[in-house]
């Protein structure tokens, strides 16, 4: 049975990762490690709704939600920018409100920051973001902090280099916000040009441990957990300045040389360049698993908003 602390996740919206504790946390993972202990007791949404609205494309996210919710016994209904009513013109607001009469919980993937904020203000259910513009994707963290304390056994006294897009890449603000609930240092590597947004991580700077640069080789020996970002783009106002920086990081053979006995490489995927098909099977290689990760975290997440003790007497 899980030892349940406060679900503090019953019918509440999640936009932000600004918004979860380290307590908060800890009994995702708690939960996510039940429900991967015990595969087919947890059919605690049998008649729940998910209702997905994704105005932007994905795999992961998408499918794993899906089935994270088949999982737990509910079902899903899904709509995109393509297929629903906004080619006619439709608002936003208006697919929100009615999408929220047919679902008991929606997750929204939209290209525009603050596009989930502006959801939950207007939804009658609670609103999962699962991606808003280059802002945030906090359901990948949760996989992301999931995964990094499976794999090393912890999260505190780790040194993680965070590589590639660090300005267009959400995954990495939410991770970021994130990790300031840990003590970990943190190096960011990047291009010139795609620096973090400084000014996105002001309030978390005092935090955490950073350390800004252009040269994964510095730190490569020391390092205990590598998050490789995909340069993203489809984000780019100017193509010719993509190709500039197109290829900056490779993890190939030479790098994983470099690594720590039990360093771990992950990647929020989808990759292209950046971590060839040859590493897959290092012992470092963590990206499959973490997405794995995915569908089971999602699964605690949607079973704590939709259901105040539906894993306290499993
Ligand atoms: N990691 C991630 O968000 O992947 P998708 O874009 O395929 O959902």
Do not use: W
Not at 16 to 28: A, C, G, I, K
Not at 124 to 148: C, F, M, R, V, W
Not at 206 to 214: A, I
């Amino acid at each position: 049975m899980i030892k349940m602390i406060y679900n503090t996740f019953f019918q509440r919206s999640l936009t932000s990762v600004r918004d979860l504790t380290r307590q908060d946390f800890e009994l995702l993972f708690d939960v996510t490690d039940k429900l991967i202990q015990h595969n087919s007791n947890y059919n605690i949404c049998s008649g729940k709704t998910l209702g997905c609205i994704f105005f932007e494309p994905s795999t992961r996210t998408r499918l794993s939600f899906e089935s994270a919710m088949s999982y737990i016994g509910g079902n899903t209904l899904a709509t995109s920018n393509i297929l629903s009513s906004t080619q006619k013109g439709e608002s936003l607001a208006d697919t929100i409100k009615i999408i929220s009469l047919y679902s008991d919980v929606l997750v929204l993937r939209h290209p525009l920051d603050g596009s989930s904020k502006f959801a939950s203000e207007i939804s009658t259910k609670p609103i999962i973001n699962a991606g808003s513009g280059t802002e945030e994707h906090p359901t990948q963290t949760i996989q992301d902090l999931y995964t990094i304390n499976k794999e090393t056994k912890k999260i505190d006294g780790l040194k993680i280099a965070i590589v590639g897009d660090l300005k267009y890449g959400r995954t990495v603000y939410s991770l970021l916000y994130g990790l300031s609930s840990y003590d970990v240092t943190v190096y960011l590597i990047s291009p010139e040009a795609l620096r973090i947004r400084s000014d996105s991580i002001y309030d978390i700077k005092k935090k955490l441990q950073l350390t800004e640069s252009t040269e994964l080789n510095d730190y490569i020996h020391d390092l205990d957990v590598i998050y490789v970002t995909r340069i993203q783009k489809e984000r780019f106002q100017d193509k010719e300045e993509y190709f500039k920086v197109r290829g900056s990081y490779v993890i190939d053979n030479s790098v994983i040389k470099k690594l720590k006995k039990n360093s771990i490489i992950l990647h929020p995927l989808p990759r292209l360049d950046e971590i060839p098909n040859n590493i897959d099977t290092s012992k470092h290689a963590k990206y499959f698993k973490q997405a794995e990760y995915g569908k089971y975290t999602r699964a605690a997440l949607l079973g704590l908003i939709l259901t105040k003790n539906g894993f306290e007497h499993k």
